[in-house]
């Protein structure tokens, strides 16, 4: 024994010992090149590294610093290389001037390389790192590395370390077997055979004064051994040893266990009027003989309190497996399949959930017995019996019952076929449902769902012979936990009434259709969470001069508060962008606003307020191809150029709305070809609990490149069915938009100089584009407008005036300057001289307003195209014709 222990020690020291070798031989390389990877990396990356390498002089600039970094970091070489490959310093002197061996064609791309090449000393490591200039541009790369060679003496050099170590477990292992020998030779007092043979000899008159049955069978299946009490206990005749197990008139099951020789712990067996607790163990687990030894306890006495004790065991069980499994959702459905599974099978055959129907809808019911509608059945089969499957129409309990019922009472019927006889003439009695079911169920239990003094639906619970009849203990236990069921189940019926009126709330302030226009072809998506409602919110709105707002916001939190806010929020940017404000400007508006919301409100209730909302806001303009974009907080846009690729602009983040930061909202313009797409979003679509927002934007992104000839509703699609594979767990709001160019025939433009004459000359140019575009009926009320608009800016603004006419869904006229000075608009007496041609603009025009440019301002006035101009009367064109006299 002691030399097979010092065998197996030394073979397993051995193993470890080459297993270390083999480890440590591969850290060292994969150490070596980590180090040539952080000096090529570092030495690339390093201040002045670009100047020196393309100053006149690189080698006197850089060799100190290449010898010194292969000095530090004990590395073979390090060498600077130019563009064409050429050592222009190295760790080597000899080696500089000469060409590297190095492939730097993937370096010279922009990418770092780790790889196992031959050099002049034979295998090494290196790493390639590029050198680029502060435009990024790849100018050298920088190449260090060390010789396997040099690795392996470094291996080698730890062996005998190694070898040490071997021999001092090999010694301290073989000391410890000696000791464990000696122990065992010293607790067995060096005992021979005789003494041994006594020993035995003592086991066996114990072993047949003990009060337990003992049996010992062979592996033949044959009775070797039986002790006074197992002859007692199976009533064995003289002469049983070494018989066959199956001729000892013993009942089936017990000889079955017998001869198999399987493990049994305390099962329990009936001999003759006996109850026999029998354990089962084989011999042969510590080198004995083949065979197993049987103990037998008579536990006839026991059985009946055993019975009382384990009833009461399951009932503990289900009632605590109900306290932990029912309610685990804010669901009614899945609050009563919950009630339903935890019953079935240590306490009933077969459970059903029937609930009043206004449960479902969250209501609370009035005359529940009424309107039961099965919610949930389980039972021990797959499938549930004919007739009680849930959805369907549940029938109500009867008069007597439902008395009893609507007090928080349960019923108790113990034996069903007694109660059919009882109850024969009453069709509300469960006796036909269970006649549909079969002729299994025996017993049934009745327990109500009743929660803060309302009767939600009952639970009915169904046993089979195979469980025995109910008892007023199980009637106890079933009230007990229909009365945590109800609990969970009113909770689930609330947050479902709150969960639609939030709902309702949110999508009534989302928009109940996009506005027509021409700029943008759009499609749209809002997916609701899976169990809350947030703050999500999108919109489509048309500004002046054919330009189209894209809106897309996000306020943290769910819930009612939430979608209020949300609704808020979206007004109050409709409102601002009436104002024609970039977007930057808009949001800053938006941000003052939250924090005076928050002011205003956080005394009274003590929340938080709004802090925390979102918002992308983009301005499309279809003349010129321009969108201005900001951001307050919410992830940037994906951009899809008709030749399929996707980018992420560089949109400057700022806070989110409402954080006090009082940081500006920086606005950026991109010029978009014809038919690009423009993808906005909410966090919901990109992050979840398994996906950060960085992956998800990359997933995104890949989702949509590639594919240049989708339309805005496909893209949705594509989008949702790559990113949203189940139920979301957060708001998703969607919106592509696919841009559209306005005609160029429909763009009209003119300088007007600095003389009241010229008025004359662009209303004849303006009548004569109106008969281009079959326009002549609004030409007068559109020569009107312009008429004043232009005198106003010559009389009061600034020059360069300009006048241009879009014809889109509306004619559009709009006048320029460069003045910041804003007309607005009085009603004038009947003594006043001037004061009208606004008032007339206002009249023949569908909408008039201002917009601020960087300079100066644009006074534009719409005009609608689907019916007949209104004429001017004789009057109007009279005063008017005055103030232009003027």
Avoid at 786 to 803: H, K
Wanted: include cysteine; charged fraction near 20%.
């Amino acid at each position: 024994m002691f030399l097979l222990q010092l065998a197996a020690v030394v073979v397993l020291v051995a193993g470890v010992m080459i297993t270390f070798v083999l480890s440590a031989g591969h850290d060292s390389e994969r150490d070596s090149g980590d180090r040539a990877l952080s000096v090529a990396q570092g030495f690339a990356a390093s201040p002045g590294i670009a100047a020196a390498l393309a100053s006149p002089r690189p080698t006197e600039t850089m060799q100190s610093s290449v010898e010194r970094a292969a000095r530090d970091a004990q590395l073979d070489f390090v060498g600077v290389t130019n563009r064409s490959g050429t050592y222009e310093a190295h760790s080597l002197p000899d080696r500089i001037g000469s060409a590297t061996p190095t492939d730097l064609t993937p370096v010279l791309a922009g990418n770092t390389v780790r790889e196992q090449a031959e050099g002049p000393a034979g295998p090494q490591i290196q790493a390639s790192a590029p050198v680029k200039d502060p435009n990024g541009t790849v100018i050298g790369a920088v190449t260090a590395g060390i010789a396997l060679s040099h690795v392996e003496d470094r291996v080698t050099e730890q062996l005998p370390i190694v070898l040490g170590l071997f021999v001092g477990v090999v010694t301290v292992m073989t000391g410890g077997a000696a000791l464990v020998s000696r122990r065992l030779l010293r607790q067995t007092h060096g005992l021979g055979p005789v003494e041994i043979t006594r020993m035995y000899e003592h086991h066996d008159a114990v072993l047949h004064s003990v009060k337990e049955g003992v049996l010992i069978v062979g592996p033949d299946a044959r009775l070797l051994l039986a002790n006074d009490e197992a002859r007692r206990l199976l009533s064995l005749t003289p002469g049983a040893e070494g018989r066959s197990v199956d001729a000892l008139g013993l009942p089936l099951r017990t000889a079955e266990l017998l001869a198999s020789g399987r493990v049994a712990t305390d099962e329990v067996h009936p001999v003759g009027d006996r109850t026999l607790a029998v354990n089962q163990q084989p011999t042969n687990r510590h080198g004995g003989p083949d065979g197993s030894v049987t103990t037998l306890r008579d536990t006839t006495e026991l059985e009946a309190l055993t019975g009382k004790v384990e009833a009461s065991r399951k009932r503990w069980k289900v009632l605590y497996e109900a306290s932990v499994s029912i309610g685990t959702s804010l669901d009614v459905t899945r609050t009563a399949e919950e009630l339903a599974e935890a019953a079935v099978p240590d306490f009933a055959d077969l459970v059903t959930v029937d609930l009043a129907e206004p449960v479902f809808r969250g209501e609370e019911p009035t005359r529940w017995e009424q309107e039961l509608r099965r919610a949930a059945t389980a039972g021990v089969g797959e499938s549930p019996p004919p007739g009680l499957g849930p959805g369907q129409a549940a029938p109500a309990p009867s008069a007597a019952q439902l008395h009893a019922l609507a007090g928080g009472r349960g019923i108790l019927e113990a034996d069903l076929r007694t109660a059919s006889r009882r109850h024969v003439r009453d069709p509300g009695h469960p006796e036909s449902v269970r006649q549909n079911a079969g002729d299994g169920f025996r017993s049934l239990v009745i327990a109500p769902l009743s929660a803060r003094g309302t009767v939600l639906g009952i639970a009915r619970f169904w046993r089979t012979e195979r469980h025995g009849p109910f008892e007023p203990d199980d009637l106890a236990l079933a009230e007990e936990v229909a009365v945590q069921a109800a609990v969970c189940i009113d909770n689930a019926r609330r947050y479902t009434r709150e969960h639609t009126v939030a709902e309702t709330l949110q999508r009534s302030l989302l928009p109940g259709g996009l506005p027509e226009q021409n700029a943008l072809e759009v499609a749209h998506r809002y997916l609701s969470a899976h169990a809350r409602v947030g703050g999500d919110w999108f919109d489509v709105i048309k500004l002046s001069g054919a330009r189209v707002a894209l809106v897309v916001g996000d306020v943290v939190g769910h819930g009612v508060h939430a979608a209020a806010t949300m609704g808020r929020l979206r007004t109050a940017v409709h409102h601002f962008s009436a104002l024609d404000l970039p977007p930057g400007e808009l949001l800053a508006q938006l941000d003052e606003l939250v924090a005076r919301i928050d002011a205003d409100e956080a005394p009274h209730d003590g929340s938080a307020g709004i802090t925390g909302a979102t918002c992308l806001y983009a301005v499309y303009d279809p003349v010129t191809g321009d969108c201005a974009l900001a951001r307050a907080g919410h992830p940037p846009p994906v951009v899809l150029p008709p030749d399929g690729t996707a980018f992420l602009p560089d949109v400057p983040v700022s806070p989110p709305l409402g954080t006090g930061a009082n940081l500006p909202y920086e606005t950026v313009k991109l010029s978009l070809p014809v038919a690009s797409r423009l993808v906005l979003f909410t966090d919901g679509l990109i992050g979840n609990r398994h996906r950060d927002l960085d992956a998800g934007l990359d997933l995104l992104r890949t989702t949509l490149a590639g594919r240049p000839h989708r339309t805005p509703e496909q893209t949705c699609q594509d989008v949702l069915d790559a990113m949203l594979p189940g139920r979301p767990g957060d708001d998703i709001a969607l919106l592509v938009a696919r841009t559209e160019r306005l005609d160029p025939a429909h763009v009209a433009e003119w300088d007007v100089p600095h003389d009241f004459a010229a008025v004359a000359t662009v209303r004849r140019e303006c009548a004569r584009r109106l008969a281009e575009w079959d326009l002549e009926e609004i030409s007068f009320a559109t020569e009107l407008i312009l008429s004043e608009l232009i005198t106003n800016a010559i009389r009061y603004g600034t020059q360069p005036v300009r006048v241009r006419l879009l014809k889109d869904l509306t004619l559009i006229c709009e006048i320029s300057d460069a003045s910041s000075t804003s007309p607005h608009m009085r009603r004038a007496t009947d003594t006043d001289e001037g004061g009208r041609g606004l008032f007339l603009v206002a009249q023949y025009a569908e909408h008039w307003g201002t917009r601020y440019l960087p300079r100066g301002k644009v006074i534009w006035a719409s005009q609608s195209l689907r019916g007949a101009a209104v004429e001017p009367t004789a009057a109007q064109v009279d005063a008017l014709l005055d103030q232009w006299d003027e």
